[in-house]
């Protein structure tokens, strides 16, 4: 039986940033999440344990084993590209990029929807730009993977 799990995370879609370095006064060498990515997170996690309630699993939902995860994130379309006949939702080429989406959105899911982002096997990334008045979201779908091969 294949377990999975689908997650809505309204708003803007967030790409990880990358990790800010600081020197503490004993010299030390620190880093931290930029607050952006850190306050994405955190209001994914909060959706995740909401689903994760709705469904009556338990944290980690899948805690051994591969998954596979895959990740829509559609895009606000700009007030620039608003047209008489509204545009439909198209695919979004350019930053952010797809890698550093999904990275922010497996880091969420550790040790909630899985145990650590380790166990991604297969992982698809999806962007778009949404229809004209479309508000942004992501979703995340995260599905148990049970001894599959690779059809190529």
């Known amino acids: 039986m294949h377990r999975f799990l ?3 995370i309204p708003g803007p879609p967030c790409a990880q940033g990358r ?3 600081f020197r503490t006064k004993g010299g030390a060498i620190r880093t931290f999440d ?3 990515s850190r306050s994405w997170k955190g209001a994914a996690q909060v959706h995740y344990q909401e689903a994760l309630r709705a469904a009556e699993m338990l944290p980690p939902a899948f805690p051994v084993g591969p998954v596979a995860m895959s990740v829509v994130a559609v895009f606000a379309c ?3 590209a608003h047209r008489r006949v509204p545009l439909p939702r198209r695919r979004k080429a350019g930053r ?3 890698d550093n989406l999904a990275k922010a959105a497996m ?4 040790g909630l929807l899985f145990a650590d982002d380790s166990q991604v096997a297969k ?14 979201y992501v979703v ?6 049970e001894g599959e091969e690779p059809n190529e």
Do not use: T
Not at 107 to 110: F, I, K, S, T
């Open 96 to 98: 952010p990029d797809a």
């Open 140 to 145: 995340v779908r995260v599905e148990e993977l």
């Open 19 to 21: 990790p800010r370095a």
């Open 78 to 80: 700009p007030k620039g």
């Open 123 to 136: 992982l698809v990334v999806h962007k778009f730009v949404g229809a004209q008045g479309e508000a942004p």
């Open 107 to 110: 880091d969420a899911a550790n």
């Open 6 to 8: 689908v997650v809505q």
């Open 34 to 36: 930029p607050a952006r």
